[in-house]
């Protein structure tokens, strides 16, 4: 009587423990798939092949996995050298943010929704508000200056994204857009909206870098009328 073995069965493999960084990292990658508005818990769960309860023995709810998010992107954009002058260093800040929040979706409105909170979020922070006093910048104005320099670059990041998403729907593109934008000003009774329709063509202008800019620069005069002469 011959003995046939059984074949050799293989142990599944197992999973990595699931630990915080990697329920960070699939929540980038889920929020740049969905969107802010369907990121949730349990999308993250089946993304992780786990139970949402698993979510929560690391992360306690949706609010602090935003918190976490928020942090790590914080984390990609570069840090400024504390040289040149307060100038340069706040258009490159700026800039900086500018750039990794359009590279990221719903980046700007993830900013906007959590705390300042995060080891990486505060470093950014903390150079802002030390450029600011490196200009003569009272304690006090200096606050309320880093709070009306982040808002003007992630609300205006917030408004490109929009503006985005409006342009690639079926059916349009931003030259669609500016240009139907463009005719109805211009159609407006000049004798109501006379300042509208002469300034039409510049009000549909289409360089967002050029208004960013603009707007930055708008910010950096008003610091300048409250920073040390000299600076």
Not at 33 to 38: A, I, Q, R
Request: aromatic share 6%; glycine share 6%; charged share 25%.
């Amino acid at each position: 009587m011959s003995i046939i073995p059984y074949p050799h069965l293989e142990k599944p493999a197992k999973r990595p423990p699931l630990d915080q960084t990697q329920i960070v990292r699939a929540g980038l990658a889920l929020l740049d798939e969905v969107g802010l508005d369907k990121l949730t818990m349990r999308r993250l769960a089946e993304r992780l092949g786990v139970k949402a309860a698993s979510l929560y023995r690391h992360v306690r709810n949706k609010n602090e996995l935003l918190v976490l998010l928020g942090d790590e992107t914080s984390g990609d954009i570069p840090i400024v050298s504390p040289s040149g002058t307060w100038r340069k260093q706040l258009t490159a800040m700026a800039w900086n943010v500018r750039r990794v929040l359009l590279a990221n979706r719903d980046g700007a409105r993830l900013l906007a929704a959590t705390p300042p909170v995060g080891p990486r979020r505060l470093r950014h922070i903390e150079a802002v508000l030390r450029t600011l006093r490196s200009a003569g910048l009272s304690r006090r104005d200096a606050a309320r200056a880093a709070y009306h320099c982040n808002n003007f670059v992630t609300e205006f990041v917030a408004d490109e994204a929009r503006f985005a998403a409006f342009a690639a729907a079926p059916g349009s593109s931003r030259r669609k857009m500016f240009a139907q934008a463009r005719a109805q000003f211009k159609s407006l009774p000049r004798e109501e909206y006379p300042t509208v329709v002469e300034l039409a063509d510049y009000l549909t202008e289409d360089d967002p870098d050029r208004l960013f800019q603009f707007g930055l620069e708008l910010l950096l005069r008003g610091l300048k009328a409250l920073s040390r002469p000299g600076t």
